[in-house]
C-alpha cells in the first residue's frame, strides 16, 4: 500500500498564498504521474494541476498563472503553490499519485486538506 499525507491547508485571505504537501510513504512503489484535485462544497472533484514523472504539467484553466505544481523524488513529495488566491479556491484539496507497485499501476488519494479563502 501507499500512504499519502498531505499538510498546509489552512485559512487565507484573498490575495494571499498557501503552499500544500504531500508525502508519499509505503513499500516497494515508484510514483509515476502525481497531482492535486479538490471538491467544493455542493460540487463533484476537479482536477487543479498534474505532474508527470518527467516534470510535464498540466493545469485547470481556472488556476493558470495562479497555481504552481512541483513534485520532489527524493521526498517522494509533490507540492502546489497557490498565490493570488480567491474565494471561489475553497474547497478540500486532495493529493493523488499513480504508483506502479506489485507489478501494476494503481491510483491512489490523500485525506483531503481544507482550504478556506475569506473575501
Known amino acids: 500500500q501507499v500512504q499519502l499525507v498531505e499538510s498546509g491547508g489552512g485559512l487565507v485571505q484573498a490575495g494571499g498564498s498557501l503552499r500544500l504537501s504531500c508525502a508519499a510513504s509505503?513499500?516497494?512503489?515508484?510514483?509515476?504521474?502525481m497531482g492535486w484535485y479538490r471538491q467544493a462544497p455542493g460540487k463533484q472533484r476537479e482536477l487543479v494541476a498534474t505532474?508527470?514523472?518527467?516534470?510535464?504539467?498540466n493545469y485547470a484553466d481556472a488556476v493558470k498563472d495562479r497555481f504552481t505544481i512541483s513534485r520532489e523524488d527524493a521526498k517522494n513529495a509533490v507540492y502546489l503553490q497557490m498565490n493570488s488566491l480567491k474565494p471561489e479556491d475553497t474547497a478540500v484539496y486532495y493529493c493523488?499519485?499513480?504508483?506502479?507497485?506489485?507489478?501494476?499501476?494503481?491510483?491512489?488519494w490523500g485525506q483531503g486538506t481544507q482550504v478556506t479563502v475569506s473575501s
Open positions: 493523488n499519485v499513480n504508483a506502479y507497485r506489485s507489478f501494476r499501476n494503481n491510483d491512489y
Open positions: 509505503g513499500s516497494d512503489f515508484r510514483l509515476n504521474a
Open positions: 505532474i508527470t514523472r518527467g516534470g510535464s504539467t
